[in-house]
């Protein structure tokens, strides 16, 4: 009876052991996608704004609305930090070579 015991506890350490190591693998590659995604996302926009400002489509001071009115961007774009809509007010400026987001960093 105590050989049974003491396998089954072996087994269970085991079986918890394995447990926290797939939850501490799991959040690191979690944290290396979001991280991805949001250099992602923050270099799409700015491709976009820049073909923006260079076919005269925008403002030197414009908007992410800006983008989706001339139809530069199409799809609503989630922040992978919050899970939400990207603020559409978010302001972007261009000086003629680059282009410059002022995001919200709570945000993305």
């Known amino acids: 009876m105590k050989k049974?015991?003491?396998?089954?506890?072996?087994?269970?350490?085991?079986?918890?052991l394995g447990l926290f190591i797939t939850?501490?693998?799991?959040?690191?590659y979690d944290k290396d996608y979001v991280e991805k995604r949001t250099i992602s996302i923050k270099n799409q926009i700015i491709y976009k704004a820049k073909r923006c400002y260079i076919e005269n489509k925008c403002e030197d001071n414009s908007t992410i609305s800006d983008l989706?009115?001339?139809g530069y961007i199409k799809d609503d774009i989630i922040s992978p930090k919050t899970g939400k809509l990207l603020n559409l007010e978010t302001k972007i400026l261009y000086?003629?070579?680059n282009v410059k987001v002022l995001w919200d960093e709570d945000e993305i």
């Open 23 to 28: 939850i501490r693998v799991y959040k690191e």
């Open 4 to 16: 049974g015991q003491n396998l089954l506890t072996v087994l269970l350490i085991i079986g918890l």
């Open 95 to 97: 000086d003629g070579e």
């Open 68 to 70: 989706y009115k001339n």
